[in-house]
């Protein structure tokens, strides 16, 4: 039987393995199902959920056209949790995120420009839906140290 590297060291295609297991595991399908609506043989996604071979760049194309995943995620993370292709972005969410640290800022008295807003609110963007929550009170937390000079 042939060994597989465990680490990125010995190996670099185990973080894009272990990317894909995680897609494949959000949806719900198992392995032939998954290969299946990526347009691929079992067989072949096994290769590269098991980081014995290089997925071709089609499969990248696959991934965001059959989940909107991000492929630039697949191919570097950082983190767990999938991010989404760009194009399919929840501007309503990215607003409601912008307008709530805002609100928050000059609560405490700091008032931030556009830009600063901006930033903030993708900081938390960037996190998935699920964990938003987390990164919003971390967030709010943050712009309390520096509004008491802390930071």
């Not at 190996?11 to 199902?33: C, D, E, H, Y």
């Amino acid at each position: 039987m042939r060994h597989i590297a465990t680490s990125t060291a010995e190996n670099p295609l185990v973080p894009i393995a272990a990317r894909l297991a995680r897609v494949r595991a959000g949806s719900g399908l198992n392995q032939g199902q998954f290969a299946e609506r990526l347009g691929f043989p079992k067989r072949t996604y096994l290769g590269w959920e098991r980081a014995e071979t290089e997925p071709p760049i089609g499969m990248l194309s696959a991934v965001r056209r059959e989940f909107g995943i991000d492929p630039d995620w697949i191919l570097h993370g950082p983190g767990d949790i999938p991010r989404r292709h760009a194009s399919e972005i929840d501007w309503e969410r990215l607003q409601r995120l912008q307008e709530e640290i805002r609100r928050y800022a000059y609560q405490i008295g700091l008032e931030p420009n556009g830009a600063q807003l901006l930033d903030l609110a993708r900081a938390v963007f960037d996190e998935a839906p699920e964990v938003e929550e987390a990164a919003l009170s971390k967030m709010k937390q943050t712009l309390k140290a520096l509004a008491k000079g802390k930071v």
